[in-house]
Nanobody
């Protein structure tokens, strides 16, 4: 499966951005979709997951501010980011997994990754 992120960019603190992840290929591998983020020198951090039954999980740091959603007919996953903070600045990655979403959300449990899209909040 191939994943392509879009929608990153710059925003002011308190603002919003919407990330999108388009996927193609064998959708068997997209039962669980997720967003991770990474800043230089740090490990990749789980942000949110959405399962095939549309159940969702969020990192504590983004609960109440970010919303993950999926549009299966369009093979797209979105991450709506509101009330952005400077600490949300990172490279954001879309990830896919063939099985149900794992808890906790761990990088090693995902099968496919996008190239990433940069989000900068100032």
């Amino acid at each position: 499966v191939q994943l392509v992120e879009s929608g990153g960019g710059s925003a002011q603190a308190g603002g919003s951005l919407r990330l999108s992840c388009s996927y193609s290929g064998d959708i068997y591998y997209t039962a669980c979709m997720a967003w991770f983020r990474q800043t230089p020198g740090k490990e990749r951090e789980g942000v949110a997951t959405i399962d095939s039954d549309f159940s969702t999980t969020y990192a504590d740091s983004v609960k109440g501010r970010f919303t993950i959603s999926r549009d299966n007919p369009k093979n797209t996953v979105h991450l709506q980011m509101n009330s952005l903070k400077s600490e949300d600045t990172a490279m954001y990655y879309c990830a896919a997994r063939s099985g149900p979403c794992p808890s906790p959300q761990r990088e090693a449990d995902f099968d496919a990754w996008g190239q990433g899209t940069q989000v900068t909040v100032s």
